[in-house]
């Protein structure tokens, strides 16, 4: 089983709506959770970190289930401009560092 | 923005060839690291460091091999870039004592023919 864990998609979803993507992780130790933003060919970039039991940041809600070890990211009234892969990441690993799932992909359309 | 750059971004070269990806960070951060990524597929780590003259070898196996003399350089080289070596390869760097936020390079993209 892999480290993290992400429905590739794509979601393909129509301006305004609300999407919600699902991360599921391995490791029960892990306390530390981060959303990353990757667009096409650039860096990724963190959206919001999850410590505790979630995190609010504008449209962005990321939530954080512990017994069931999956996090979610929910974005309300999408926008074009969303459009980008979604990277779920975990500490875990043999050695602690950050380990990434492969990435949900997000096309919002207008 | 984070303050982390990476040469070159580009780079096509032939097979045999010798080559170094620099990545230099100016926040300071003791742990760096670098990432695999093939196009639509997951990172994955190769190398990073705790600080200066540490290296570790990271979840991926990797031809290549890393150095830290500076706290804020952290050069990958491959000794002869063969076309399986293709890839972005990106830096990143985070503060000790995390655990936090990594900060990434705009990546080296890497063709060899």
């Known amino acids: 089983r892999k480290e993290v864990e992400q429905d590739p998609g794509p979601f393909n979803v129509p301006e305004g709506a609300t999407v919600a993507f699902n991360c599921t992780y391995s490791?029960?130790?892990?306390?530390?959770f981060f959303w990353y933003r990757q667009d096409c060919r650039k860096e990724p970039k963190l959206l919001m970190s999850?410590?505790?039991s979630g995190n609010e940041d504008g449209r962005f809600t990321a939530q954080l289930n512990r017994a069931s070890q999956y996090i979610s990211l929910l974005i309300r009234d999408s926008k074009l401009s969303d459009s980008a892969t979604y990277l779920c990441?975990?500490?875990?690993?043999?050695?602690?560092?950050?380990?990434f799932g492969k990435g949900t992909k997000l096309s919002v359309k207008p | 923005e984070a303050d982390i750059y990476q040469t070159p971004r580009y780079l096509v070269i032939g097979t045999g060839k010798k080559i170094t990806l620099e990545c230099s960070q100016t926040?300071?951060?003791?742990?760096m690291y670098w990432y695999q990524q093939d196009p639509g597929m997951e990172l994955h780590l190769i190398h990073y460091?705790?600080?200066?003259?540490?290296?570790e070898k990271g979840d991926l196996s990797s031809e290549s091999t890393v150095s830290r003399i500076r706290t804020e350089h952290f050069p990958l080289t491959l000794e002869s870039a063969r076309p399986s070596h293709t890839s972005q390869y990106l830096c990143?760097?985070?503060?000790?004592?995390?655990?936090?936020?990594?900060?990434f390079g705009e990546g080296s993209r890497l063709t060899v023919l």
């Open positions: 999850v410590y505790s």
């Open positions: 990441s975990s500490y875990g690993g043999s050695q602690g560092n950050l380990i």
């Open positions: 990143a760097s985070s503060a000790l004592g995390g655990p936090g936020e990594l900060f």
């Open positions: 460091s705790y600080g200066v003259n540490s290296t």
């Open positions: 926040m300071g951060h003791d742990k």
């Open positions: 490791n029960s130790a892990s306390q530390s």
